[in-house]
């Protein structure tokens, strides 16, 4: 199986005047393409994962196994209650999955970023981890950032960490071991992001 990531929840209120144009220049004879222009939005994942596409698109970073999920979806009973799938695409040289992009109809978009599971890595990723450990001073610094006495006596004198305690340690301190979801990020209309969800625990 193929985890899902995130989920989008979005809060807004569509201008039916702008709908209204938009259609009228997008299917006008004289004018074949139309763009509208928002701002992007990204409130969590690795940064560069997504690039913006054309036609309300958007283009995330190929990986197989979600290509595969993608494919199987479009033919799914879920198939209503998902971004529609448009295959893979290349763009300066690097491969893309296509999709629709939820935020393409709306203005100043209110959007959750929730990471739902119990679990949010693969047991591969965990089991490649530790076949090769590997110290993380990129991790231990995210760590002591959170929770400075989080780090054991050890991973304090060598400044960092491995993959594998990071990543049960990040699980541990949200919501997503006792509730099955957390939220990595807000972002309501006009105002900035907010991403102070790590610990609510802490609240």
Not at 71 to 80: A, E, G, K, N, Q
Request: hydrophobic residues 35%; aromatic residues 10%; proline residues 7%.
């Amino acid at each position: 199986m193929v985890p899902f990531g995130s989920v989008c929840f979005l809060f807004s209120v569509q201008h039916k005047s702008w709908k209204k144009i938009r259609n009228m220049v997008t299917w006008s004879p004289f004018v074949m393409s139309f763009k509208k222009k928002y701002p992007w939005i990204q409130l969590a994942g690795h940064a560069g994962s997504f690039k913006a596409g054309a036609n309300g698109r958007i283009l995330k970073k190929h990986c197989e196994s979600e290509q595969r999920c993608l494919d199987w979806l479009m033919r799914d009973v879920l198939r209503p209650y998902v971004p529609a799938y448009h295959g893979d695409v290349e763009k300066d040289g690097e491969k893309y999955n296509q999709m629709d992009d939820l935020l393409a109809e709306f203005d100043l978009p209110c959007v959750m970023d929730c990471k739902m599971g119990v679990r949010t890595y693969l047991e591969e990723e965990l089991t490649k981890a530790r076949k090769k450990p590997s110290l993380r001073k990129d991790m231990y610094q995210k760590m002591i950032e959170v929770d400075p006495e989080a780090p054991t006596a050890d991973e304090h004198a060598q400044q960092a960490v491995t993959k594998p305690r990071y990543m049960k340690w990040r699980e541990t301190i949200s919501s997503t071991a006792t509730l099955g979801f957390r939220i990595e990020g807000i972002k309501v209309g006009p105002n900035s992001p907010c991403p102070d969800f790590i610990c609510p625990h802490l609240e």
